[in-house]
């Protein structure tokens, strides 16, 4: 079946440093949605990419969708302490949505 | 103020006990799931339901039960065929369960086994 997985499981930062954290389907996917669950919170949407190659911005955070639509990264520039939490891609094939286990970001300021 | 409400936010179950978790919406949402979350593990589809009356068993349905009997409401029921239920349950929904919609989560409720 669909597979999503996703690196690292956790990075521990810098307050300042950047971070990144991928996602890759072990078939094309339709679309990816990123989720970000703060401790002891839950998931929020983030954002979705649909196109091939599709670059999408929010402030820091940057999101790119592979050319064979097959994977994804979420790029955070400078990171603060606010984000702190875990990230999620959400990949969607045929008719299932499959989360990645996610990436535990912690920063030290 | 519309969302997701989620309660108890935490449950204990004894052995051979069943227990029902809550959900309800007052999004106007037609779609609504029940995921589990289990520490490194990514959101596992238990249930989900596009329209009152109707649901379908997602990837982990074995010990688990569902209705939708109301728009608003999908109750989770954790039945003692689940012997592993020590998990954070999270509810969501959806506007009309279309491919391309994003999801809006409860808070959640952290079941544990005594």
């Known amino acids: 079946g669909q597979q999503v997985m996703q690196i690292p499981q956790y990075q521990h930062v810098q307050e300042g440093e950047d971070f990144t954290t991928y996602c890759n389907s072990s078939?094309?996917?339709?679309?990816i949605q990123w989720y970000k669950q703060r401790p002891g919170g839950h998931p929020v949407f983030l954002i979705q990419?649909?196109?091939?190659?599709e670059v999408k911005k929010q402030k820091r955070l940057t999101f790119q969708f592979g050319e064979a639509k097959k994977n994804s990264s979420l790029h955070i520039t400078a990171t603060q302490t606010t984000d702190v939490g875990t990230y999620f891609c959400?990949?969607?094939?045929?008719?299932?949505?499959?989360f990645g286990a996610g990436t535990i970001l912690r920063v030290k300021s | 103020d519309g969302g997701i409400t989620q309660s108890p936010k935490y449950l204990f179950r004894k052995e051979g006990q069943n227990v029902t978790l809550s959900c309800e919406q007052n999004?106007?949402?037609?779609?609504m799931y029940w995921y589990r979350q289990d520490p490194g593990q990514g959101l596992r589809l238990i249930y989900y339901?596009?329209?009152?009356?109707?649901?379908q068993k997602g990837d982990i349905a074995e010990g688990y039960s569902v209705s939708r009997e109301k728009k608003e409401s999908f109750p989770l029921t954790v039945t003692s065929a689940q012997k592993n239920p020590t998990a954070f349950y999270l509810c969501?929904?959806?506007?009309?369960?279309?491919?391309?919609?994003?999801?809006?989560f409860g808070s959640g409720t952290q079941l544990s086994v005594l």
């Open positions: 969501a929904s959806s506007t009309t369960g279309a491919l391309n919609e994003k999801l809006f």
């Open positions: 078939t094309t996917l339709s679309n």
């Open positions: 990419l649909v196109k091939s190659g």
């Open positions: 959400a990949g969607r094939g045929g008719n299932k949505l499959v």
């Open positions: 999004l106007n949402h037609d779609a």
């Open positions: 339901s596009q329209i009152v009356n109707d649901f």
